[in-house]
């Protein structure tokens, strides 16, 4: 089994910046790729930021400069830095991970909880 744990949301002006984390727990034997979406009511859930384990990135054309993603694989855990934040940024983020899995490499994909980022005007 593996779950996912973010946490790192809130209420900030525009402006700001805010860092999210998600943290993979479980049977986890390597992570493929981890990221972040965003969601807001009665829209789709769209791609922000992803990263493989290798390090490529890929970027929402909307926060590309203002939003950094990182891992720390030794903790098998996704940074999103959000900075310059935007009311237009205000939603639920969600983590998402692609796993292989402890113990025979079985592949494992889902979601975190989602984590409320509010921007005020």
């Known amino acids: 089994q593996v779950k996912l744990v973010e946490s790192g949301g809130g209420l900030v002006q525009a402006g700001g910046s805010l860092t999210l984390s998600c943290a993979a727990s479980?049977?986890?034997?390597?992570?493929?790729?981890m990221g972040w979406y965003r969601q807001t009511p009665g829209k789709d859930r769209d791609l922000v930021a992803d990263?493989?384990?290798?390090?490529?990135?890929n970027y929402a054309d909307s926060v590309k400069g203002r939003f950094t993603i990182s891992t720390d694989n030794a903790k098998n855990t996704v940074y999103l830095q959000m900075n310059s934040l935007k009311p237009e940024d205000t939603a639920v983020y969600y983590c998402?991970?692609?796993?292989?899995?402890?113990?025979?490499?079985?592949?494992?994909w889902g979601w975190g909880q989602g984590t409320q980022v509010t921007v005020s005007s």
């Open positions: 990263i493989t384990h290798g390090g490529n990135t």
């Open positions: 479980g049977s986890i034997f390597s992570i493929y790729a």
């Open positions: 998402n991970a692609e796993i292989n899995t402890a113990p025979n490499g079985a592949t494992w």
